[in-house]
């Protein structure tokens, strides 16, 4: 199943239905509910489902907006934060993503899982991308840096995301939801890239799935720290679906396939049918490239 996500589009609209049919116009019956949907948008967006105009493949948490945010905000709170309050906002919205996944019969909602404090090594990276650097001494030297730095100070952030998780999970469980784990482009953020398995065997519930981002990926490639292809065949039994996006080197995302680096013919042994394939564009995507791009996934990884 194809979708097309409301991140391209939610910003610029002031009614769901209107923001729906203009996916609906791209040629899709599914959407996502991306992590911009604020409040004044779920009226048409429960009309358009109810009307039968669009199904709802996917929620990305927090959907809705928390009240008084207008802008999208998936780190909002995190999972994996210090202070109690900021987890027990957390789970508070996301429990209310939960509530509005049912309500818009979406199966699956997708979950940033949290970060460590960590200096800016992503930025660095990339800066030293930008200038030509990847090939240096000193790049891998950073990179090294980082990766020794995350493994000495992930446990206690990571502990938190999982006790988080664990409390959510019967409430999906209980509607029926499952629950993607998003890769992420931030050397700060988790799971990181060699914990995903250790993850998912802790979490061993079939409403617990890997969701894997095709630009994150990249990203990570491009940092010194994937394999792309290698990290998704890795994680391929538990797979639910997929954010797609280009990547214009070395860190521009969310841009239309085929404009950008990724060598999609090398993910596809791992696309099947069942999986949800969400399209993830920048709202800078023009429509007619918007459409190219979806024309060329389809042309590789074929029409379902």
């Not at 090939?135 to 493994?151: C, G, I, M, T, W």
């Amino acid at each position: 199943m194809y979708s097309f996500s409301t991140c391209w589009n939610s910003s610029r609209h002031t009614d769901g239905r209107a923001m729906l049919r203009e996916i609906r116009d791209l040629g899709f019956d599914h959407a996502e509910l991306s992590h911009g949907i604020r409040i004044s948008l779920l009226p048409g967006i429960i009309e358009a489902v109810d009307a039968g105009e669009m199904k709802i493949s996917t929620l990305h948490n927090f959907c809705p907006l928390p009240v008084g945010i207008t802008h999208s905000a998936p780190n909002l709170y995190e999972f994996s934060a210090e202070r109690p309050r900021d987890r027990e906002l957390a789970i508070r919205h996301t429990l209310r993503t939960f509530e509005f996944a049912e309500r818009v019969k979406a199966p699956v909602v997708v979950l940033h899982l949290g970060s460590m404090d960590l200096k800016d090594y992503t930025g660095k990276l990339e800066a030293m991308l930008e200038s030509g650097e990847k090939d240096s001494p000193k790049f891998q030297k950073l990179v090294n840096e980082a990766a020794a730095k995350r493994d000495a100070g992930k446990e206690k952030f990571f502990a938190r995301t999982k006790e988080t998780l664990r409390l959510l999970l019967p409430e999906a469980v209980k509607r029926g939801l499952k629950l993607g784990c998003e890769n992420r482009e931030g050397v700060e953020e988790l799971p990181l890239e060699n914990d995903f398995a250790m993850f998912f065997r802790e979490f061993g519930s079939p409403n617990v799935l890997y969701w894997h981002d095709t630009g994150h990926a990249q990203m990570k490639e491009n940092l010194g720290f994937i394999r792309h292809a290698e990290h998704l065949e890795s994680l391929a039994s538990r797979l639910a679906g997929f954010h797609i996006h280009d990547v214009q080197f070395p860190a521009r995302d969310h841009c239309a396939p085929g404009t950008g680096t990724i060598d999609f013919a090398a993910l596809k042994p791992f696309v099947k049918p069942e999986h949800i394939k969400v399209f993830e564009f920048s709202n800078k995507v023009p429509v007619e490239a918007a459409k190219a791009g979806i024309a060329y996934i389809r042309n590789i990884w074929g029409a379902e």
